[in-house]
């Protein structure tokens, strides 16, 4: 059995760009390095079946020799499934990102690259940084609050109200 080297060359160049696009920080370039890898990984799939064989109908004419193994076709169409199911994940995060945020770009995270260089803080100093820290939200989170106790404090005093 011989591979053909054109779909080796094209599987490895798939991988080299798929992993290089998924290292970068932009969400959009990680789906498409994501999809790059998806397909390589359905010409490894296809390159590791072997020999083509004909259709497995059992009619009595051709010996089982000649027929194809199944196995991988299936093996092919179940990554297909995976990958579109990954994608329009990747796809929903996307959209949600941009529309928080207006960019798909992915930030690091100050504790993250905290803990990176000092270690892992102990209890104490923990306690101190939930008590300092707000949310990731900053003022939208406060403004929104505010404005939900205000309209708390709104109805219960309205007159005609139970209560």
């Not at 599987?11 to 760009?17: E, F, G, I, T």
């Not at 990958?83 to 690091?108: K, N």
């Amino acid at each position: 059995m011989s591979v053909s080297l054109t779909l080796v060359i094209i599987m490895v160049a798939l991988y080299a760009c798929g992993v290089y696009l998924l290292l970068e920080r932009s969400m959009t370039r990680v789906l498409l390095g994501f999809l790059l890898v998806g397909n390589a990984t359905n010409l490894l799939i296809l390159i590791m079946a072997g020999r083509s064989g004909s259709a497995p109908i059992v009619d009595g004419e051709k010996p089982e020799s000649t027929f194809g193994d199944p196995l991988p076709q299936a093996l092919i169409l179940t990554a297909i499934v995976i990958t579109f199911g990954v994608s329009a994940f990747l796809l929903a995060l996307i959209y949600r990102s941009w529309r928080l945020a207006q960019e798909d770009t992915v930030v690091d995270d100050t504790e993250d690259r905290d803990i990176g260089t000092r270690g892992v803080p102990s209890e104490e100093e923990a306690q101190s940084d939930e008590e300092a820290a707000d949310t990731e939200f900053g003022e939208r989170a406060e403004a929104s609050v505010d404005r939900a106790d205000s309209r708390e404090t709104a109805t219960d005093t309205e007159p005609g109200t139970a209560g």
